[in-house]
């Protein structure tokens, strides 16, 4: 029964916000005290609870944060970045250009937040469609799918370290199975899915 009720907070988790268009951190707050006074808990307890949940989460992650913003400060600044998608464009050749930005967007994903490494790569992908004349959501989703899950899989970015910390788990042993499931969901995600697609012009 209590697996049961966390299954349907997450579902009404993901209603609120998909369907309804609900704030995401209202929606969580609901969700939480649902599934806590489902569960058998009284209004002040969950309260509570949620409260230390969310002061311990942040407190947490404000290290991480903030390093991880100046990382890729450093990495934005030097222009490492563009160097690395350079090289590797030029190694793999038009014809791979896909698995190049595959690896960029996985070598620059994992020390960078997704949103620097988005503003920092997007240009770049302009430019290659551009200069290749191949349609851009072919040349941009594979570089897009490896920011997207190295930032949802993989530690140091918050929410996996955050799950680590919370599960008492080992980091190492963490961003190493992480490393084997982000491959192949990158692979769908980017290269295959986006060769479904390579017909549709972008607007």
Not at 44 to 69: H, K, P, R
Request: proline fraction near 5%.
């Amino acid at each position: 029964m209590p697996l049961l009720i966390v299954i349907i907070g997450i579902l009404l988790l993901f209603i609120l916000i998909a369907k309804f268009k609900l704030n995401a951190f209202i929606t969580f707050i609901i969700v939480s005290l649902f599934v806590g006074i489902a569960e058998g808990m009284t209004l002040e307890t969950v309260v509570q609870s949620i409260q230390n949940g969310i002061g311990n989460t942040l407190g947490f992650l404000v290290m991480i944060l903030g390093l991880g913003a100046m990382l890729g400060k450093l990495v934005a600044d030097s222009g490492a970045a563009q160097r690395i998608t350079s090289k590797l464009v030029s190694k793999f050749g038009i014809k791979n250009i896909q698995w190049a930005l595959v690896l960029t967007g996985f070598i620059v994903g994992i020390p960078m937040f997704y949103s620097v490494g988005f503003v920092i790569l997007v240009p770049l992908v302009f430019t290659v469609a551009a200069a290749t004349g191949l349609p851009l959501l072919y040349v941009g989703l594979p570089m897009l799918a490896s920011l997207s899950v190295t930032h949802g899989y993989l530690p140091p970015h918050p929410a996996p370290t955050a799950i680590t910390v919370m599960f008492d788990a080992d980091l190492g042993k963490t961003l190493v199975y992480g490393i084997i499931i982000a491959i192949p969901a990158i692979i769908i995600a980017g290269p295959l899915f986006s060769r479904t697609i390579k017909n549709i012009k972008a607007t």
